[in-house]
T-cell receptor
Framework: DGGITQSPKYLFRKEGQNVTLSCEQN?????MYWYRQDPGQGLRLIYY???????QKGDIAEGYSVSREKKESFPLTVTSAQKNPTAFYLC?????????????????FGAGTRLSVL | SQQGEEDPQALSIQEGENATMNCSYK?????LQWYRQNSGRGLVHLIL?????REKHSGRLRVTLDTSKKSSSLLITASRAADTASYFC???????????FGKGTRLSVIA
C-alpha cells in the first residue's frame, strides 16, 4: 500500500519541549514538504527538500527544523522557539519540486498530525 | 507567501446543483492545480491545467484558466453530499519553486 504516512495523528507539547513529527513515504519521490494549516486557513510552507541531505526554508521556517537523511523520511521538529505551535501539520511529497512535466509537481499528502499545547 | 486567493470563502448549495469556485493569482505560472481536503484530512489532487490550456475536464469537474486575467475556476456539476470539502487552488511559478496554495473554498452540499 503506497503512500505517505504521518505519525502520530495527535501530539501534545509541553511548554519548552521539542517534539518531532514523523513523515515517511514509499512512493520513491525525490521531493518532500512540510506545511502548517491553521483553522480555516490555507497551507503555509515550512520547509521542503528536493533531494537527500538538502532542504530549503519555506515561508514560516522559524521555530522549526528538519532533516533529510533518507529519501523516504523527512521528520519535522517543532522547537521550543516556536511560540504558537498549535496547528494541523501536513507532509507531502512529489516526484520533483520543479520541472514543467505534468506529473512532476503533483503533491501527495499524508493524513496530518494535529499538534496541541498542554 | 500565498499566491492564490479562492472565492468565495464558503459556499452552500443543494444536492444536484452546480458549484463554482474561483481562484485568482498574482504572477505568471507554469500550471495551476486544484486539490480537495475533507475535514481533518490531507489534501487530494483533483486536476492540473497547464498555462497553455484554457479548459480541462475530469468526470464532473471542469476547470478553466484565463492567464490574461490570472484566474481559474473549478466547476463541480450535479453536486453530491460527498462533495462537501474544502477546495484549494495551487500554482507553480516559473522557476525552481514549489507549489503555493490559496486559502481555500469551503463547500457544503446539503442533501
Amino acid at each position: 500500500d503506497g503512500g505517505i504516512t504521518q505519525s502520530p495523528k495527535y501530539l501534545f507539547r509541553k511548554e519548552g519541549q521539542n517534539v518531532t513529527l514523523s513523515c515517511e513515504q514509499n512512493l520513491n519521490h525525490d521531493a518532500m514538504y512540510w506545511y502548517r494549516q491553521d483553522p480555516g486557513q490555507g497551507l503555509r510552507l515550512i520547509y521542503y527538500s528536493q533531494i537527500v541531505n538538502d532542504f530549503q526554508k519555506g515561508d514560516i521556517a522559524e521555530g522549526y527544523s528538519v532533516s533529510r537523511e533518507k529519501k523516504e523520511s523527512f521528520p519535522l521538529t517543532v522547537t521550543s522557539a516556536q511560540k504558537n505551535p498549535t496547528a494541523f501539520y501536513l507532509c507531502a511529497s512529489s516526484i520533483a519540486a520543479s520541472g514543467a512535466g505534468e506529473a512532476k509537481n503533483i503533491q501527495y499528502f499524508g493524513a496530518g498530525t494535529r499538534l496541541s499545547v498542554l | 507567501s500565498q499566491q492564490g486567493e479562492e472565492d468565495p470563502q464558503a459556499l452552500s448549495i443543494q444536492e444536484g446543483e452546480n458549484a463554482t469556485m474561483n481562484c485568482s493569482y498574482k504572477t505568471s505560472i507554469n500550471n495551476l492545480q486544484w486539490y480537495r481536503q475533507n475535514s481533518g484530512r490531507g489534501l487530494v489532487h483533483l486536476i492540473l491545467i497547464r498555462s497553455n490550456e484554457r479548459e480541462k475536464h475530469s468526470g464532473r469537474l471542469r476547470v478553466t484558466l484565463d492567464t490574461s486575467k490570472k484566474s481559474s475556476s473549478l466547476l463541480i456539476t450535479a453536486s453530491r453530499a460527498a462533495d462537501t470539502a474544502s477546495y484549494f487552488c495551487a500554482t507553480r511559478n516559473s522557476g525552481n519553486t514549489p507549489l503555493v496554495f490559496g486559502k481555500g473554498t469551503r463547500l457544503s452540499v446539503i442533501a
